[in-house]
């Protein structure tokens, strides 16, 4: 590995002499851009556009632009005079707990290893972190820049994670559109999900991940080099589930078995539609059949006003 940085983890009055690797690297494929012609790599010049020429590296300078079009020259001088002293050192400022930190916070990974005498002041140093299961957080200078870090223990290495300062992550209020916390949710549902997720639970095995299609870009680079021709895999047909209830069940299906403890989901109860009143039905009586309905009723009609008024003639 290739040393980024020495200096010393200073604890208390303790001094620990440390060199810095970096701990992680990335992996990804990277192209160059080429001129579609002849194949030659692009080259990328430092180019003036009111002196219309290129620039050597002596001619320049850094700037800040306070106002458009308008700079304050920073040159290295400036730059040193305001470096911490601590420039050497990775200064311990409290200890917590690693739960206390989201990890939000962390930026960029590096290992520590002791210096040729510090053998025995980091071993303790190790020693008293993994009794008391704290982490350290830090102040390191790197770069001409200052950063907020932690100290913690990975397997028996003590390494360094440099972190963001508070204001340097910004509110989740500046978050468009994000749903209130307290949005009403149905109670099967919840335990739909909440039994998908028991089932997809497994202890963290790293070796298990792997960037597939950075694997299938560099076997597809190695063919090219060889000459074949590349096949294109059909793509695989995703089911268009719009009902939430349904994609929960099936996702459910597809993760069963895998040792969760089952869950009873009930169905959400369906409103039942309001009940219409019965529509008034047209009458479809005779004549003869309408008037004891009516008469029944006290209604009076022409017909029965003659009859009744024939028997009082008939017996007077």
């Excluded at 360094?160 to 340097?168: C, H, S, V």
């Amino acid at each position: 590995m290739h040393t980024v940085w020495k200096g010393s983890i200073s604890f208390g009055l303790v001094n620990i002499p440390v060199k810095m690797f970096t701990a992680t690297e990335e992996r990804d494929i990277r192209f160059r851009q080429l001129h579609k012609e002849c194949h030659t790599p692009i080259k990328y010049t430092k180019m003036c556009p009111h002196c219309q020429r290129e620039l050597e590296a002596s001619e320049i300078v850094r700037g800040y632009e306070y106002e458009k079009g308008h700079f304050v020259i920073i040159e290295d001088s400036d730059l040193e005079a305001i470096t911490p002293d601590t420039r050497r050192a990775i200064e311990i400022l409290d200890f917590v707990d690693l739960k206390d930190i989201d990890p939000i916070y962390f930026d960029k990974s590096y290992f520590l290893s002791p210096q040729e005498t510090g053998d025995k002041a980091y071993s303790l140093l190790r020693a008293a972190m993994e009794e008391t299961g704290k982490i350290a957080v830090a102040q390191v200078t790197m770069r001409n820049r200052q950063s907020l870090a932690v100290v913690r223990l990975y397997d028996h290495c003590i390494m360094l994670e440099t972190i963001f300062y508070p204001d340097e992550v910004r509110p989740v209020n500046q978050v468009p559109a994000l749903p209130d916390s307290n949005v009403t949710l149905a109670e099967n549902e919840l335990k739909m999900a909440t039994e998908l997720i028991n089932n997809m639970t497994i202890p963290f095995d790293p070796s298990k991940y792997t960037d597939e299609y950075r694997s299938e870009l560099q076997a597809m680079i190695e063919k090219k080099l060889e000459g074949q021709e590349i096949a294109t895999s059909p793509a695989v047909p995703r089911t268009n589930v719009i009902d939430l209830m349904q994609a929960l069940k099936e996702s459910l299906e597809a993760t069963g078995g895998n040792g969760a403890v089952p869950v009873k989901i009930e169905s959400e109860p369906t409103p039942e539609p309001a009940k219409k009143k019965p529509a008034r039905k047209q009458s479809t009586l005779s004549a003869k059949e309408t008037a004891p309905v009516q008469q029944a009723a006290g209604a009076s009609t022409p017909g029965a006003t003659t009859k009744t008024l024939r028997r009082k003639k008939t017996t007077v």
